[in-house]
């Protein structure tokens, strides 16, 4: 044990540093701590999609952000590719389930130096691969299939992690771009002992040069940790994990450069046979001091809107889409009641609402996460 407080310790060993926070301290927290985006993210762009009927996408698509593109997947919907100024290029595949085709995506990676565009499909045993030009190129074989996987690419080697039902199901495996194995892992302890479709595996990509993920297991909840996943070491190393007095809530986790998030809930049984959520709060440990908060993000580059912090940072970044109608009426409430807002501001402001339409496709609020 290297540092601890009463709510936090740290536990090093010759391999690895494990944050342990106890819930049982913090849980009475009443006093929400305001936190601005901007301790979190250096600025923010605004970046406008083109929209079109070949563009076309609905409220709330997944984004991935690199230097160059912007990427946009949705569910039973082609994935779309733009580059970082909002216009777009390319669609690639179809739904189906036919060569190249799909029909829900559980993550995908854009190349900068060639706009290859990689697709991991729900529940099938490759990563599709297209070229910028939108064509298949030779998919990637999996040795071992995947459920809601995530994946990594640094460059002839692939680094996948999935859910597991089983101990002894693969649960992360590395191989060759040509598909040869390197290493495969089972889930051992990690795996979820239910088959329910409703767990998940939650990777947000902010920590370089590993995946990082959280296995969700909503059945059974239980104690668990946020892990790294070292694709030459070929082992899990747990990194932050959560303590309960008695049986575990419901809770994600999520690592910043800086900080742990994690979010926790209560069930409340509203039928017979049905359950809803009670949040509790949001929590940020600094690894720094070992302080903890319970927090509320509030966007201060904008309008100081209030933000749930999870999904909304991801390989680094901050990024926030936003339905244009919202964004109308969001930005229109806020030039009517933010009177202190400078000239400049409000000048841009008025601009942006008069160039955007009701029915144009989100706009995309982006920043880097400080290191």
Aim: a positive charge; charged letters at 30%.
């Amino acid at each position: 044990m290297a540092l601890s407080n009463d709510t936090v310790y740290v536990n090093i060993d010759k391999r690895d540093t494990l944050f342990v926070c106890n819930f049982e301290k913090i849980k009475d927290l009443d006093e929400e701590v305001r936190i601005p985006l901007s301790d979190l993210v250096d600025k923010i762009d605004f970046v406008r999609l083109e929209t079109t009927e070949e563009s076309y996408l609905g409220k709330w698509p997944g984004f991935n952000v690199t230097k160059k593109y912007l990427g946009a997947r949705e569910n039973r919907a082609t994935y779309k590719l733009f580059d970082r100024k909002g216009k777009f290029i390319k669609e690639f595949g179809a739904v189906g389930k036919g060569p190249g085709e799909y029909t829900t995506l559980s993550a995908d990676k854009i190349d900068d130096e060639t706009g290859d565009v990689f697709l991991l499909p729900w529940n099938r045993k490759e990563l599709l691969r297209y070229g910028k030009d939108g064509k298949l190129k030779n998919p990637i074989p999996l040795k071992y299939g995947t459920v809601k996987g995530s994946f990594d690419i640094k460059g002839d080697e692939v680094s996948v992690v999935t859910i597991a039902f089983r101990p002894e199901n693969v649960m992360a495996q590395t191989f060759t771009t040509s598909g040869d194995s390197i290493n495969a892992m089972r889930a051992g302890h990690v795996a979820t002992t239910h088959g329910y479709f409703s767990n998940s595996l939650f990777s947000f990509g902010n920590t370089p040069g590993v995946i990082d993920f959280h296995a969700w297991w909503f059945h059974p909840i239980r104690n668990d940790s946020l892990y790294h996943y070292l694709p030459h070491e070929n082992r899990f190393k747990p990194v932050f994990t959560l303590t309960f007095k008695e049986k575990p809530m419901i809770h994600t986790y999520m690592e910043l450069p800086h900080h742990f998030l994690f979010s926790v809930s209560t069930s409340k049984q509203v039928g017979k046979n049905s359950f809803s959520t009670v949040p509790l709060g949001v929590y940020m440990v600094d690894k720094r001091d070992l302080s903890v908060k319970k927090i509320k993000l509030f966007n201060d580059f904008f309008g100081d809107a209030d933000l749930y912090p999870f999904f909304c940072f991801k390989n680094g970044k901050f990024v926030k889409n936003i339905p244009a109608v919202t964004l109308i009426d969001d930005v229109t409430k806020m030039l009517e009641e933010n009177k202190k807002m400078s000239k400049k501001q409000r000048s841009f402001l008025e601009k942006f609402v008069a160039e955007t339409n009701e029915d144009d496709n989100p706009i995309l609020l982006i920043g880097n996460l400080k290191r």
